[in-house]
């Protein structure tokens, strides 16, 4: 999964921190104290994103709305595997055993890496 510009990013932090939103939604939260100046922005971040498979558009109604198709989950996964392919073979272990050893992550979050290799999850 390729990586998203700030641009982009920012537009999917939108989206992913709700169901669905309008352009002019999203021009409004994205840029709380613009003119509409920002609509030819959003609209073109819109459709890279809508190209590339990230994002849907309901056209059911006058006005469009914009959901994400890729999971927050999903888009950081896909990172983290392309950034243990360029620096560690493909292997996640080196990097979370520094996350670990550098207590970077929680408690509860090991708890929850212990319980998916056991198959609790």
Known sequence: MEAL???????????????????RDLREALYPNSTKAQHGTVQRLLQRLESKGFIERDRRLSVHFFSAKVTKEAYAGGQLETL??????????????????????????????????????
């Open 5 to 23: 510009p700030n641009a982009e990013l920012s537009l999917m932090e939108c989206l992913w921190s709700s169901d669905r939103m309008t352009a």
């Open 84 to 121: 243990a392919t360029k620096l560690t073979g493909g292997s996640l272990a080196p990097m979370i055993t520094h996350l670990v050893e550098e207590n970077k992550i929680s408690p509860a979050e090991i708890q929850r890496l212990r319980d998916i290799l056991k198959g609790d999850d």
